[in-house]
């Protein structure tokens, strides 16, 4: 879950992508400017954990990679994001700090983020040509919003509730609410 600040100063990016290798702390970047990462609450570690060990589980053995919340997503050229999880099926990018072309993005909402993610990252993430599922997963409900690409390549949207299942094609497998929500 990424909780969003006020922005901090102007960087070009190579300076952002500096900073970050560096840096204690981790920063969005969108068109120059940082928006730090602030702390996430238990209940959304947990819900993250699960996630990643389903994922994990069914990318084992194919050439999918699963990341969580420290892989920096490189959305265009002014615009990185910190995805909660992802899943990349495509071939590695050189540089080992970032990923490029998720298949599914996973965003973990609290109340401070729930706009951002609703509405500019839905925006940005259905806009990256290989990503086919956007997740957004609330804490505080067993209730999930999934995004996700059709044949034809339209853009379509259900709620999950309960015992729901969501479909993760491209890792053969499905996410249970039950599973998502785990021990909470």
Known sequence: MV??????????????????RDGLFRHEYIAGKLFARLDVTRRHNQIAGNILCKLWDAASGTSCRVYMSAMKLRVSDDMFYYPDAMVVCGPEVEDPYLEVDPCLIVEIISPSTETTDRREKLATYTAIPSLQTYLIVE??????????????????????LD???????YLETTLAIADIYRGL
Do not use: K
């Open 163 to 169: 015992q729901s299942a969501i479909p993760v094609p």
């Open 139 to 160: 804490q505080d409900s067993m209730r999930v919003e999934r995004h996700y690409r059709n044949a034809r390549g339209e853009w379509l949207h259900t709620t999950l």
């Open 3 to 20: 909780e969003t600040a006020a922005p901090l100063q102007h960087l070009c990016i190579d300076d952002y992508l500096e900073l970050e």
